[in-house]
């Protein structure tokens, strides 16, 4: 349900947040937000479908390179989930269309000493250049994907066009735009953020903002 078609001022917007926090679904510290604002680091990248891929490699027992096209025709799933930003902002009820993240799991097939992914995101002219770290079991479950669509539309760039991982439990910045790869590891690592400050998990209930 799109929000933003019944709620009219913000009179409107303080009774759903209200109504947020009595069901236990705004974390401390966030504000309830109609709007999606757009928030990165580094310029959007211009997305060729001819030569992007997606690639998952490390401790895998099947390394995957995926082109534009082999990776559309991976099963979709829809999946409804609220977002939260770690300036403060949340969005809820957002409807994701992709490929969920198990699917990739399936395909590459972790090691079992495996435990971390590194995601990485093409920023700019640069290939890889954001990365950020998650626990290979937040990523193992039924409403993280990477998704295409975001409320029955396709991404636009500024939101990640044409892919961007969506793990809904952490704070947003986990949520990478623009993904082109993964890499599984055995120990964690810090990402773009996380070496800035920033926490290692991310739990926006915790308020896990900074290190």
């Known amino acids: 349900m799109a929000l933003d078609r019944y709620l009219k001022g913000d009179d409107d917007r303080r009774v759903l947040e209200r109504k947020m926090k009595a069901e236990g679904r705004l974390p401390p510290g966030q504000a309830l937000t109609l709007k999606w604002p757009v928030l990165h680091a580094g310029a959007v990248p211009e997305f060729d479908p001819q030569t992007w891929d997606f690639r998952a490699g490390g401790l895998v027992e099947t390394p995957i390179d995926l082109s534009w096209a082999a990776f ?3 099963p979709r799933t829809d999946v409804t989930s609220d977002f939260h930003c770690v300036t403060r902002w949340s969005r809820f009820d957002n409807r994701w269309s992709g490929v969920a993240f198990r699917e990739i799991l399936a395909r590459v097939r972790p090691k079992a000493e495996a435990r971390y992914v590194m995601v990485l995101g093409h920023v700019g002219e640069t290939r890889y250049g954001y990365q950020t770290n998650v626990p290979l079991a937040d990523l193992d479950r039924p409403d993280v994907l990477l998704a295409t669509h975001h409320d029955g539309v396709p991404l636009e760039p500024d939101h990640g066009y044409p892919l961007r991982l969506v793990v809904p ?8 735009k623009w993904v082109r790869g993964l890499i599984f590891m055995a120990e964690d690592k810090a990402g773009y953020w996380e070496k800035a400050g920033y926490h290692m998990y991310g739990d926006p209930f915790l308020e896990q903002r900074f290190s």
């Open 72 to 74: 559309s025709a991976l």
């Open 169 to 176: 439990h952490l704070y947003a910045w986990k949520s990478a």
